[in-house]
């Protein structure tokens, strides 16, 4: 991978990790439709890294505040009902399916799940569900009344990102709005609920960081193109987390859902006409 590429790669991550499209997608996709090699699961997710990085800065009083809250209630109960304290737990039960899931389904995530007809798909599936969760949404609660039942239902909508094509902030914004969460507080909890997951699956990754990832696929990309792809992730990521926030406070999700329907029209015809290939090369 050249730094040309990897730059390229990291803006992409960047805008497409906290938008409703997808990040692990697009990753799959730009590079298919500019003929260049498939980085490979294992370089989404150390990118992601930078991604999330922006999210622990952006966020850090709430983080910080969560964190601090949950461990001293480890040590005195009666803090166990402060709400940053349950907010911790929400955050840790929250995260356990995507983390058995993903444990569970890894080998099947680095090839099969790359399937660009699978991606296509799933962009438009998920779409019409990001649709149909912004049709029936009450928009009434806040973080401040998410319960154990909420962040184990907005957990398994997480699970679901592990598909490229899917997209972790549209499957869990769309579960958040089924509950009845306002768009700005469903994204808010999206966020602060990747932290634990990206960063589990980033470290996790980084030991595949330049080695083979499949028989039929070239070596993943070096420290270099990775370490560079991860640092503008970052800084994109970071505007990007600020620039949805605002936009969800008066704004639908309309517009990425028309983005997601196109997208996915726009792979099939291309895959249907033999210009792409469905898998990696």
Known sequence: MSTFQAIILGIVQGLTEFLPISSSGHLRIVPALLGWDDPGASFTAVIQLGTMAAVVIYFWKDLWRITTAWFASLRDRTRRQDPDARMGWYLIVATIPIAVIGFLLKDQIKSGARDLR????????????????EKVASKRKTVDDIDSRDGIAIGLAQSMALVPGVS?????ISAGLFLGYTREDAARFSFLLSVPAVVLSGLFSLKDVGAKAEPHMAAS???GPTAIATVISFVVGYAAIAWLLRYLVNHTTVVFVAYRVALGVLLFVLLAAGTISAHPS
């Open 221 to 223: 990309p070096g420290f």
């Open 168 to 172: 972790r902030s549209g499957a869990t």
């Open 118 to 133: 699978l991606i296509a798909a799933s962009l438009i599936v998920m779409g019409l569900v990001l649709l149909y969760a």
